[in-house]
């Protein structure tokens, strides 16, 4: 496969990765052997790290895959970042100290395996031991690192299954201290996506009055900054859900419609078939 090759099937992989993840890290492993030294093989990797651990929470796989990976200098830093996740991982110290912008990224992936293996309550308690220290952190990357962590552990559990009262409550405690922690690393936009990602995860628990009222905060900043279609677009879409989990069936079929109207509006053709695609798997 050449470089032209690899980079249109890393595309296409990143897109639908979280579909079969298991299929997926297969194929990954398959490649594995024969990377190129170049920044291609490099993000190869770095898909590979990202699917076993944050979608498989399989750290043998991930070992396997390192293992396998050819001793080429393009590849260095890639195998050492993967080295440093499985480590954490099996807890172990990792045999590379990283800066905390670039151990963070690499944590969340951690993280979210540690939630899909059950360890909700134990990936909460760590998160909020390190609030205070990374909200107030010197560098701008590492708290986005920290509220991005935040947010894609509460996604990893209103994505997971339901019905477990202590893994609902992990996930609406992680959505609000990702809104606190986007407060301290991001502006308007990202508490804006904090608020649609704590109405999601209400929506998720059946506390369909909570979920209404961040749901609301979206559609205000929506409104009050001049959001584009596609985040209006989103923000009827947490609402449909709030107030589905609320009861609310006027409200929720007015938002539908919304999002409906905004569909034309969003001019990218890619991000247009996206949302009609969510449009389209709206509940009933």
């Known amino acids: 496969m050449n470089n032209d090759d690899l980079a249109a099937w890393l595309a296409q ?4 990765h979280d579909q079969d993840p298991a299929a997926l890290a297969d194929a990954l492993q398959a490649r594995a052997p024969q990377l190129p030294d170049s920044a291609d093989g490099a993000e190869l990797v770095r898909l590979a790290r990202h699917v076993m651990l944050a979608h498989l929470a399989d750290g043998e796989r991930l070992q396997a895959f390192i293992e396998a990976l050819p001793d080429h200098a393009g590849l260095r830093d890639a195998r050492e970042r993967a080295d440093w996740a499985l480590a954490t991982w099996q807890e172990r110290t990792p045999a590379l100290a990283l800066a905390d912008e670039v151990a963070w990224p690499l944590l969340g992936e951690v993280l979210q395996a540690r939630c899909r293996a059950g360890r909700a309550g134990e990936v909460l308690a760590l998160l909020i031991a390190q609030e205070a220290q990374a909200c107030d952190h010197p560098v701008p990357a590492a708290r ?34 990702a809104r606190r922690a986007w407060q301290a690393a991001g502006g308007w936009l990202e508490v804006e996506r904090a608020d649609y990602q704590l109405a999601m995860c209400h929506a998720a628990a059946g506390q369909g009055e909570a979920a209404l ?14 959001g584009d279609a596609m985040e209006c677009f989103f923000a009827h879409e947490c609402a449909v859900h709030a107030a589905r989990s609320a009861g609310r069936p006027a409200e929720q079929a007015a938002h539908r419609q919304a999002m409906q109207a905004l569909l034309p509006q969003i001019d990218e053709p890619s991000t247009q078939a996206w949302c009609a695609e969510v449009l389209a798997g709206l509940p009933s």
């Open 13 to 16: 992989a990143w897109d639908t």
């Open 144 to 177: 986005r690192a920290f509220a991005a962590n935040c947010n894609n552990t509460a996604l990893a559990l209103r994505l997971g299954p339901r019905g477990d009262a202590q893994r609902d409550a992990a996930m609406i405690a992680l959505a609000q201290l």
């Open 213 to 226: 009222r961040h749901a609301q905060a979206c559609l205000d900043a929506c409104s009050a900054q001049g």
